[in-house]
């Protein structure tokens, strides 16, 4: 995983602010400045704050720490802090108003690109491969995520369009399952050069041996939980998961309802009949927890996951991707929000794993059973409130990326992390079984 020369660094990271920023431009430029300013849902941000923030970032990390410049607008810093105020208060703060963050985000970035055309890439654990710039790409790239939840959310016509996904190129997988092989492995990177401190270090892992489904679970087969009775047999589920699908009556993915003994979901604006070969999206941790249950079977842990995502048996050796070290193209994962939905599945053989399993990155987030804790020898890097604050029990971790992440912050590596609670995110989850 070579950075390469400076020459390449410095066009690696042009590339990916670029490619940010068309997709920011994209999310933003297809509603109109009331739809920007607007609060789409409680949980979420007025797109226009995510916007402004992404420039904020830029600044901050780019132009003053980096540059050593002084900050353009001292007085806005606190606005777009994102733990001075709650997602609901932000649409009631003085935020710039949608022509004003567009201009400051401009700004910032015409002044990035200065910056970086005689930036040295190398002498500090900031600037080394081009860390400061990659991180700040996939930040902002992680905000355009959030930003097309907030579109997935946002009531009225449809704004957003995508080609769907082709069918499977090929045979579906051999089996159902696969069995990966007990012993130890290397989980984390101390190598790849952009990885986040959550990431790192390097560390070697044993698991038992394990069974994983070859594909993601489908809504065909949460259909079958649903219909069931599985959201009303308490046994399947954890306390606070139960109590939660009570309190607010929930009885279904999000997204979803019944009509005429249909079951329909809305998708960025559309309703369509629920696809049954698709992955099934918008479940909570609690949710997957309980079907899995159900299915006589358990969430993979983090390890396993990662195990079955990167794991050579044949070599011993921790791959970068399922697929081997060449960075995703199309032919491997649904990625980068070419598609507006997940791929069904037993789609992208060419991703698969050295044991056959798919999917693995890219379609849907995958909650995994275990709590966002740091690996040993965690350092935080560059700023505490990245990882460091959300460590502890109440964050479940989800792996692999959706349709909704791009390459620049997708990994065999990478890991996010949420509320068990939270459903509104791009959300699945595959299965495992003890051997
Ligand atoms: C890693 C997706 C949980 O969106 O809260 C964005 C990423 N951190 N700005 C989030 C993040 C700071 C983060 N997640
Ligand atoms: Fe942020």
């Not at 969430?299 to 011993?316: F, I, Q, S, V, Y």
């Not at 700023?383 to 990994?411: I, Q, T, W």
Request: charge should be negative.
């Amino acid at each position: 995983y070579a950075p390469g020369s400076s020459e390449e660094v410095r066009a690696r990271a042009v590339r990916a602010l670029a490619a940010a920023r068309a997709r920011t431009a994209l999310l933003t430029d297809a509603v109109s400045d009331r739809d920007l300013t607007a609060q789409h849902s409680p949980l979420m941000s007025p797109l226009v704050w995510d916007l402004a923030h992404i420039g904020n970032m830029e600044e901050l990390w780019l132009l003053r720490n980096v540059g050593g410049r002084e900050a353009m607008h001292p007085e806005i810093d606190p606005l777009y802090d994102a733990f001075e105020h709650p997602r609901a208060e932000r649409p009631k703060l003085p935020l710039l108003g949608p022509a004003e963050a567009r201009r400051y985000a401009a700004e910032v970035r015409g002044r990035v690109f200065d910056l970086l055309e005689g930036a040295p890439l190398e002498g500090s654990a900031l600037l080394d491969g081009g860390y400061v710039f990659g991180m700040i790409a996939q930040h902002e790239q992680q905000h355009d995520e959030t930003m097309l939840i907030t579109h997935q959310l946002r009531r009225g016509e449809a704004v957003l369009a995508a080609p769907d996904p082709d069918p499977p190129a090929g045979p579906p997988p051999a089996a159902a399952e696969v069995l990966v092989p007990g012993g130890p492995f290397t989980m984390g990177t101390s190598a790849e050069p952009w990885s986040l401190d959550n990431e790192r270090p390097a560390h070697v892992r044993e698991t038992a041996a394990f069974w994983i489904d070859t594909v993601p679970v489908t809504n065909a087969a949460y259909r079958a939980f649903i219909e069931d009775g599985g959201y009303r047999d308490e046994r399947w589920w954890a306390p606070e998961g139960w109590e939660q699908i009570r309190r607010h009556a929930i009885g279904a993915p999000l997204f979803w309802r019944r009509e005429a003994g249909q079951w329909l979901r809305r998708r960025f604006g559309v309703t369509e009949p629920v696809p049954d070969a698709e992955p099934v999206l918008h479940v909570s941790w609690y949710e997957a927890d309980a079907y899995a249950r159900w299915a006589g079977r358990r969430l993979p842990t983090e390890a396993e996951w990662e195990k079955a995502a990167r794991h050579d048996p044949a070599t011993g050796r921790s791959r970068r991707y399922p697929w081997g070290d060449e960075d995703p193209t199309e032919v491997h994962a649904n990625l980068g929000q070419r598609h507006l939905r997940p791929a069904p599945a037993g789609s992208y053989p060419a991703g698969a794993s050295p044991l056959g399993v798919r999917q693995l990155i890219g379609d849907v987030w995958e909650w995994t059973s275990s709590d966002f804790l740091p690996y040993p020898g965690f350092r935080a890097f560059p700023y505490r409130e990245y990882s460091e604050v959300f460590f502890g029990p109440e964050h479940k971790v989800l792996r692999g990326g959706s349709f909704a992440v791009d390459p620049v912050a997708c990994r065999g590596t990478f890991r996010n992390w949420d509320l068990p609670v939270r459903r509104q995110i791009f959300s699945g989850f595959r299965t495992a079984r003890d051997a």
